[in-house]
């Protein structure tokens, strides 16, 4: 058995469809649906039981440590503006603990979530080693959350044993009920089927123009697809970036979307609120060398791919889950 957290979330809930398609059904589902239309992601997958995250540790209690093939923990809260701290202190850092020892313990297989939103507000650069990330300074209290279980790991010697993953920034279908931290992909479209048009942060940096702030943008297929290696390839552990591995402004992801759309490109560019400029970041771009050193070989989906058939095959339909 598979136990999979955060299941019904925007990652996990692709990582669950991927899990199906390979053949995979025996799978406990985790999360905490109350009520929202999370649900709605998983309409169509397999899976043996669905569990409320409340419940998992009284569960894994009650069950044989051998019954369970791995944990992939994707379950957070991921917003970059939460504020109450020892929230994410148990949500975040000591719920993936708890896991991660249970699973080391026993021999389980364990992968969890990290983030980009640990390299802070960039100035250290974006490596993964392990000689670097002790220096990290994440700028929100999420950020700081998924940097203490990377830190918990490089601490403890655990890198040869379970699994981190920092995602970027990652867009594409099943993340609609994510509100305001849903991707500017899926808030672009829907902006320019209101509005026609874009509207975009103007730089405060001189060395940046208008629109072209840089992210490392990764399609959530792609994330899914190397999660599933991690699974299949045991030995390899450690803690890595999850990236496309070069940076696009936020003009190319602009562009993306009007021809997705067949639209022509109107974008405005509008202040930054006060509140945001100090700590806003103009770059990032995972260094991706030690992923590939590790054997992964299967190339990312462009920018401009991913827009298309996110659009195409997902936002423009009726039903548009995957």
């Given at each position: ?23 995979n059904s ?5 999360d ?11 309409v ?23 019954d369970?093939?791995?944990?992939i ?7 970059t ?6 929230y ?53 209290m999420?950020g ?16 040869s ?23 500017v ?5 829907h902006?320019v ?11 405060h ?21 190397t ?28 562009k ?10 109107v ?7 006060e ?13 991706m ?30 039903h548009?889950?995957?």
């Amino acid at each position: 058995m598979i136990i999979l957290t955060g299941a019904a979330g925007f990652i996990g809930s692709v990582v669950l469809k991927k899990l199906n398609d390979l053949g995979n059904s025996d799978i406990l589902i985790v999360d905490n649906l109350g009520d929202t239309d999370k649900w709605k992601n998983l309409v169509g997958k397999q899976f043996a039981d669905y569990l409320h995250k409340s419940k998992l540790a009284e569960y894994l209690n009650k069950i044989k440590p051998a019954d369970i093939e791995a944990i992939i923990h994707l379950g957070a809260c991921s917003s970059t503006t939460e504020r109450d701290a020892e929230y994410l202190m148990d949500n975040n850092f000591r719920y993936t603990r708890f896991l991660a020892e249970l699973a080391i313990e026993h021999d389980i297989r364990f992968i969890y979530a990290s983030s980009g939103a640990t390299y802070g507000n960039g100035t250290q650069g974006f490596s993964d080693s392990n000689s670097v990330t002790p220096s990290l300074v994440p700028e929100n209290m999420y950020g700081y959350s998924k940097h203490l279980s990377d830190l918990w790991t490089i601490n403890n010697g655990y890198t040869s044993k379970i699994t981190g993953l920092k995602f970027f920034n990652v867009y594409g279908p099943n993340e609609y009920h994510k509100g305001n931290m849903s991707s500017v992909v899926f808030k672009a479209f829907h902006q320019v089927k209101k509005e026609g048009r874009i509207t975009l942060f103007k730089s405060h940096r001189p060395e940046y123009a208008d629109g072209e702030q840089r992210r490392d943008f990764i399609y959530v297929k792609d994330v899914a697809e190397t999660i599933i290696w991690f699974l299949q390839n045991r030995e390899v552990n450690g803690i890595y970036n999850l990236g496309f591995g070069k940076s696009r402004s936020w003009n190319d992801l602009a562009k993306a979307v009007f021809k997705a759309m067949n639209c022509k490109p109107v974008i405005e560019y509008v202040e930054m609120p006060e509140s945001i400029r100090d700590r806003y970041q103009y770059f990032t771009e995972a260094e991706m060398n030690k992923l590939k050193d590790a054997g992964y070989t299967t190339a990312f989906t462009s920018l401009e791919a991913g827009v298309e058939d996110y659009i195409r095959n997902y936002l423009s339909k009726e039903h548009p889950y995957l």
